[in-house]
């Protein structure tokens, strides 16, 4: 993904840098930010389409 890297480098310089550094809050950020994955889901059925639907039996 080409644009992860600039979503949470967004997410890094503009919400984490708001927090001191060592603040529990902008080391909660910086973990989520290296440990977890951007997703996006799109659904091209716009007039009946159901996205969520695949989560239901989950």
């Given amino acids: 993904m080409?644009?992860?890297?600039?979503a949470f480098e967004?997410?890094?310089r503009g919400w984490?840098?708001?927090f001191r550094e060592g603040d529990s809050s902008r080391?909660?950020?910086?973990?989520?930010?290296k440990s977890c994955y951007l997703?996006?889901?799109v659904d091209n059925d716009y007039i009946s389409g159901?996205?969520?639907a695949a989560f239901?039996?989950?």
């Avoid at 080391?27 to 930010?33: F, G, H, M, N, P």
């Fill in 2 to 6: 080409v644009w992860k890297d600039e």
């Fill in 10 to 12: 967004i997410w890094t």
């Fill in 16 to 18: 984490a840098s708001l």
């Fill in 27 to 33: 080391e909660l950020l910086e973990k989520v930010q």
């Fill in 39 to 41: 997703v996006s889901l």
């Fill in 50 to 52: 159901d996205l969520f």
């Fill in 56 to 58: 239901k039996e989950i």
